[in-house]
């Protein structure tokens, strides 16, 4: 059988390592430390850093493909691989897109796509130009290595971006800056492609982000009309298409709320994106807003991902219940002193449907350690469900309610 290699050791690849047992698979990785989740699991481990070509070299010699489990294997290194004949799943050319957000967002404007204005920042100059311009606040990212909602500020007003301006330039963090998106809701797609080019999609979800990080999937997006799903999809598949993604590809995408905004703004922001869409990140591998379909769709992200990169015909994406929600389990404040399997017997005895799939993790506050996925008819009672499990293996007790924005109701 063909051995599929996945450069980084996180929970993305412990089950994508799950996934390919049923197939015959054997899945390499390459992790960071043996305490990684995927190291933790999978037989094939070899222990080098990402962006040591050495390491890289000696573990993609014995894959017959290699993907990922992150975005931050230097692009040069992959060229090399790829020179040397190694199957590389995305590509190089592709994944530059999900590493450099400023390559990313040029390269969709020059497809046409609904991007929020943006500009390079190399001075607090420019920064201050362009909020008043475009309005302050306005979102400063780092262009390279942000995520969970590290690497991304909002400066308020001009005396602010300059002294976040000066202090980020002068530690060598590239930026930008883009226009505050008037947003209703936050989205994903989910797509996979082929190297043969076919492509299959998961219905549209909606996240719910607290603090830069998704803390909940709703599988699929409540009150979406089926116009906005298909247009969703259909940027998801000609962004797949246009780099040439192979595996996964998540688009995270924001909805807009035009509500009570000003004629002018308004038409402004219809004309950029007359579908109520604007797209704002890219993931390139399996993603959190696609946990769900592991319970909640006929073929999971973590097997189809391992499908395209091996060019398999892509599996059935249909979900298998009116509703799917995933929530993640967060390090809380202070550990529990009530241990992980006593939370877990608790937690079965309550809600024996419940669906948990903890990475191994040691808990410290806002880590991701774990996620809960539950199936039903509606969706927002299967919020409060996953919500209220995911609230206990965490903290270990329980609530009546538990907001989906992170704070307690009551």
């Known amino acids: 059988m063909p051995v599929v290699g996945m450069i980084g050791g996180g929970?993305?690849?412990?089950?994508?390592?799950?996934?390919?047992?049923p197939l015959g698979q054997s899945l390499r990785v390459l992790a960071a430390a043996a305490t990684d989740p995927a190291a933790l699991v999978a037989p094939g481990v070899t222990v080098g850093m990402h962006t040591d070509p050495?390491?890289?070299?000696?573990?993609?010699?014995?894959?017959?493909?290699?993907?990922?489990?992150?975005?931050?294997?230097?692009?040069?290194?992959?060229?090399?691989?790829?020179?040397?004949?190694?199957a590389v799943r995305p590509g190089?050319?592709?994944?530059?897109?999900?590493?450099?957000?400023?390559?990313?967002?040029?390269?969709?404007?020059?497809?046409?796509?609904?991007?929020?204005?943006?500009?390079?920042?190399?001075?607090?100059?420019?920064?201050?130009?362009?909020?008043?311009?475009h309005g302050w606040p306005s979102v400063v990212k780092a262009v390279r290595g942000g995520y969970d909602g590290r690497g991304v500020w909002m400066p308020a007003d001009a005396d602010e971006?300059?002294?976040?301006?000066?202090?980020?330039?002068?530690?060598?963090?590239?930026?930008?800056v883009e226009q505050k998106v008037p947003m209703r809701r936050e989205l994903a797609a989910v797509v996979a492609r082929s190297p043969f080019g076919q492509g299959a999609a998961w219905p549209v979800v909606r996240t719910v982000q607290s603090d830069g990080i998704c803390v909940e999937v709703h599988a699929p997006a409540p009150g979406l009309s089926t116009a906005m799903a298909a247009k969703a999809q259909e940027i998801a598949f000609r962004?797949?298409?246009?780099?040439?993604?192979?595996?996964?590809?998540?688009?995270?995408?924001?909805?807009?709320?035009?509500?009570?905004?000003?004629?002018?703004?308004?038409?402004?922001?219809?004309?950029?994106?007359?579908?109520?869409?604007?797209?704002?990140?890219?993931?390139m591998r399996p993603h959190n807003s696609g946990h769900w379909t592991i319970e909640g769709a006929r073929t999971s992200q973590f097997e189809q991902h391992l499908r395209a990169v091996l060019d398999y015909p892509l599996g059935n994406t249909d979900p298998v219940a009116?509703?799917?929600?995933?929530?993640?389990?967060?390090?809380?404040?202070?550990?529990?002193?009530?241990?992980?399997?006593?939370?877990?017997?608790?937690?079965?005895?309550?809600?024996?449907?419940?669906?948990?799939?903890?990475?191994?993790?040691?808990?410290?506050?806002?880590?991701?350690?774990?996620?809960?996925?539950?199936?039903?008819?509606?969706?927002?009672?299967?919020?409060?469900?996953?919500?209220?499990?995911?609230?206990?293996?965490?903290?270990?007790?329980?609530?009546?309610?538990?907001d989906i924005h992170g704070g307690e109701q009551r």
């Open 239 to 283: 962004i797949a298409d246009e780099l040439d993604v192979v595996g996964v590809l998540a688009v995270e995408l924001f909805e807009l709320d035009l509500t009570g905004r000003a004629d002018e703004a308004d038409s402004g922001w219809r004309e950029l994106a007359p579908d109520g869409l604007v797209v704002n990140e890219l993931a």
């Open 54 to 86: 050495d390491a890289v070299r000696a573990f993609a010699a014995d894959c017959d493909v290699v993907t990922f489990d992150h975005e931050h294997v230097p692009g040069d290194l992959l060229r090399g691989l790829v020179a040397e004949g190694v």
């Open 92 to 133: 190089p050319d592709a994944l530059i897109h999900a590493q450099d957000k400023l390559v990313m967002r040029r390269r969709l404007r020059e497809l046409g796509l609904p991007v929020p204005e943006f500009a390079e920042v190399t001075s607090p100059a420019d920064l201050v130009s362009f909020g008043e311009e």
């Open 161 to 176: 971006a300059v002294g976040l301006a000066t202090e980020l330039l002068a530690a060598g963090t590239p930026l930008m």
């Open 322 to 402: 009116p509703a799917a929600v995933m929530t993640n389990v967060l390090g809380a404040p202070e550990q529990p002193a009530m241990s992980v399997d006593e939370r877990l017997h608790h937690l079965f005895a309550r809600y024996p449907d419940a669906k948990v799939h903890l990475y191994g993790k040691t808990e410290r506050p806002g880590r991701k350690v774990g996620h809960v996925t539950m199936l039903g008819d509606d969706v927002d009672a299967v919020a409060v469900r996953a919500r209220l499990a995911a609230h206990w293996l965490s903290h270990a007790r329980w609530t009546d309610g538990y």
């Open 11 to 21: 929970q993305l690849a412990r089950m994508t390592h799950q996934a390919a047992i």
